[in-house]
């Protein structure tokens, strides 16, 4: 409880980048990652991970040798990320936009998935669309972009970067209810 409360203060002193003032429900979470084959993946990026709700649930399903690299431009959130005491984590305090540069430095060339919680209606439409032609051009083939949001305004731009592999889901059990986008690099 001290957790959301926490979370819930800092969302509303940085709304237009939290994009929600309640962290996802166990329920979102499960449906987020229900696609992700955890026994072959290597590299999982997270996008706006807030203060962890997702990420502890990855790394938990993540196999010994994998990783999972967090950028998260929130500095409350991204310390409390950094508290997490996972030496498979790496919690870079920069925009997902510079996702080719930063996992270049790291050491990879290509991302098995991407796990999204970036309030794209809230971001500068053309930083967004940035983000996520960044994120296709990172995604290895067959890998998946998974992005959760509370309406169905970004369909279009992912229709417009993925083609047709694109799955809209929804979970009504979350506070506000989400829309999933599930998009796969063909």
Do not use: W
């Not at 203060?9 to 429900?25: Q, R, W, Y």
């Not at 925009?95 to 990879?108: C, M, P, R, V, Y």
């Not at 209606?121 to 949001?149: C, E, H, R």
């Amino acid at each position: 409880m001290q957790e959301k409360v926490a979370f819930f203060k800092e969302a509303v002193k940085n709304f237009k980048t939290s994009g929600t003032l309640i962290p996802s429900s166990r329920f979102l979470v499960k449906r987020i990652l229900k696609n992700i084959d955890f026994s072959t993946t290597d590299l999982i990026i997270e996008f706006g991970p807030g203060n962890g709700i997702i990420t502890k649930e990855i790394l938990k399903r993540l196999k010994p040798e994998a990783t999972l690299v967090c950028f998260e431009i929130n500095d409350v959130f991204y310390k409390q990320l950094s508290e997490i005491n996972n030496n498979q984590l790496t919690v870079l305090n920069v925009s997902a936009e510079d996702i080719q540069l930063e996992i270049k430095k790291l050491g990879f060339t290509k991302v098995d998935h991407i796990i999204s919680s970036l309030p794209l209606t809230m971001i500068p439409k053309n930083s967004a669309i940035q983000i996520i032609k960044n994120a296709y051009q990172t995604l290895k083939t067959d890998g998946f972009f998974v992005q959760y949001q509370y309406s169905t305004l970004f369909l279009k731009q992912f229709k417009s970067i993925f083609g047709k592999k694109i799955t809209l889901d929804f979970e009504p059990l979350n506070l506000p209810p989400a829309f999933l986008y599930t998009c796969k690099k063909q």
